[in-house]
């Protein structure tokens, strides 16, 4: 697999396995912590808000921990700092309680901000070789394959952590992994230390103390008239939610400061970041599409989806205690409307009241098991695996069917491929909206083959454009630019993820989840149909930038 690549690619290939493996296996069961009111105890609405707040910070940080590898620190230190911050903050979720709940949140923003962007540039970095040049775009699809190994092996060990021992486990599993992946990074130090250069700056490039002072202290002044204004003004918050004004508001010295860097370029620079702000404003779509799998679709598997482990798999689930079981008798459970939306309180968590396990609520009586007996279901994280698997498995086969195209002088180019990933993820939704049908509009139990599908679709969606994101940022960026490019990226995809979360706040209210998964729908055809657009003037810069396509 690593053949023709560089040598430190193997290294940071594991390290990022180690990373994702802790932030997904937190982020497989956040929004089931979050609404459990043996957890949390939040309402689907204020889970969705926090949510799509920590996963729009966890990608807006990068822009600060880019910033300062690239001027200061170094990627390599960039990393090690980023990584213990992560590793602290999930084991600290173990420990019950708001006010830890929300510090180790934050712990984890920060950590992420200078772990992210600075190991995707190591990758790039590596690849500035004459030898190893022209499988940058594969190398980075290898890389991608990494993050998903550790994505898809971490739900399993979710499983069976949070239904042997409880919650807190399975988040210290997360702050274990991270530290496993750092141990790897720097015993392979002598196979990156090379692509660790801090480039000179440029006299058009804003001094440091400047970016601080007129960029992060306007987006925390902003981020605080976000949150107050206006509600002030209105009497609720415009976005829904006062985290949503304030983190959209805080955005904005942000983006100017992006929008000045391409005004501010020099002739060499101008266009390629003009390409790569154009393509990052476009992306911002996908993300919200794509991260709502951890909180709508999440709750899709949780309440609507048949979770009856198949029997032929009951052995391998016992073994690894991976399935719940689930009885008639009398419990607390959250209070429901007419609508099969849990009721909250004033203060945005949970009303319980004593009943039968939610999941009984659209099941047929005559599927119900007999009293005295229970039925085994799947643990709902186990669903957030289907993602990455398919990524594992279909990554050879994207790569090796562009490859086959480049032969014959047929492969689409880098925003091309990324055009095609906006479309495809847009039949994903199609396939939601199908099931929503098929299970009438989630009256009865939908087939698990309806969220394996979704899931497969997205992913060579996925596939298409998020690798292609990363090495195009790197294909294009200033060489003393790029970890702040890669910052930009993150960017993008913060804004999405915040936009996941408003949008999958808008469950409980659309009461024909159809018209949820179009809404998606429409969303995706417009961000290919802009990528269309604009494909003949990126694959201009493309070429004349790298002289390539």
Not at 24 to 46: A, E, N, Q, R, V
Not at 127 to 134: E, G, I, S, V, W
Not at 469 to 477: E, H, I, P
Not at 515 to 536: P, S, Y
Request: proline share 5%; net charge neutral.
């Amino acid at each position: 697999m690593f053949k023709n690549h560089p040598k430190g690619l193997p290294v940071l290939f594991f390290t990022e396995l180690w990373e994702r493996f802790g932030f997904y296996l937190m982020l497989g069961i956040f929004t089931l912590y979050m609404i459990d009111p043996d957890g949390m105890g939040f309402s689907d609405f204020k889970a969705a808000d926090v949510y799509g707040t920590y996963l729009a910070l966890v990608y807006l940080t990068p822009f600060l921990g880019g910033l300062l590898a690239d001027r200061v620190l170094g990627y390599r230190l960039s990393i090690t700092i980023g990584g213990a911050l992560m590793g602290v903050g999930y084991i600290m979720l173990a420990i019950p309680g708001d006010t830890v709940f929300f510090f180790s949140l934050g712990l984890i923003i920060i950590g992420n901000g200078f772990f992210k962007p600075n190991i995707s540039t190591l990758v790039g970095n590596l690849y500035n070789d004459d030898r190893f040049r022209d499988y940058k775009d594969s190398g980075f699809n290898i890389f991608y394959m990494g993050i998903n190994v550790g994505a898809f092996v971490c739900n399993f060990v979710a499983a069976y952590l949070r239904n042997q021992y409880g919650w807190g486990y399975a988040f210290a599993a997360a702050g274990i992994g991270m530290f496993l992946g750092l141990i790897w990074f720097w015993a392979g130090q002598k196979h990156v230390k090379e692509a660790d250069v801090i480039k000179p700056t440029q006299p058009e490039d804003t001094p440091l103390p400047k970016l601080l002072g007129t960029i992060f202290i306007p987006a925390l002044a902003a981020g605080f008239i976000g949150w107050i204004v206006p509600t002030l003004l209105f009497g609720e918050p415009i976005l829904g939610s006062q985290s949503t004004d304030a983190f959209l508001f805080a955005s904005l010295p942000i983006i100017y400061f992006y929008a000045s860097l391409w005004i501010k370029a020099g002739e060499k620079d101008k266009r390629p970041i003009a390409a790569l702000l154009a393509v990052m404003g476009v992306v911002i779509i996908f993300w919200a599409i794509f991260h709502q799998n951890g909180s709508a679709l999440t709750i899709w598997a949780e309440r609507y989806t048949d979770r009856t482990m198949p029997t032929v798999l009951e052995g391998f689930s016992d073994t690894f205690n991976l399935t719940q079981e689930v009885d008639t008798s009398p419990r607390v459970v959250p209070q429901l409307d007419a609508h099969g939306v849990p009721v909250t309180g004033d203060d945005g968590k949970i009303v319980t009241e004593i009943g039968p396990d939610p999941y009984f609520n659209n099941l047929a009586k005559e599927n119900w098991p007999e009293e005295g007996k229970s039925l085994k279901l799947i643990s709902t994280e186990i669903f957030q695996s289907i993602n990455p698997f398919f990524v594992v498995v279909l990554t050879p086969v994207v790569v090796g069917f562009f490859n086959i195209l480049r032969r014959r002088k047929k492969e689409p180019s880098t925003p091309g491929k990324i055009g095609w990933g906006m479309l495809i993820t847009a039949l994903s939704t199609v396939v939601m909206m199908i099931a929503v049908l098929a299970s009438q509009n989630g009256e009865v139990k939908s087939s698990a083959f309806w969220l394996f599908l979704t899931y497969g679709v997205v992913t060579i969606g996925e596939l298409c454009l998020s690798p292609m994101g990363l090495a195009l940022v790197s294909k294009l960026s200033p060489p003393r630019l790029t970890a702040l490019m890669m910052g930009g990226w993150f960017l993008a995809t913060a804004i999405g993820n915040k936009l996941s979360g408003v949008l999958s706040g808008l469950w409980g209210g659309i009461d024909n989840k159809v018209f949820f998964f179009m809404i998606n729908f429409v969303g995706a055809l417009i961000g290919a149909a802009l990528i269309f657009m604009l494909l003949k003037w990126l694959k201009e810069i493309i070429r004349e930038h790298t002289g390539s396509h």
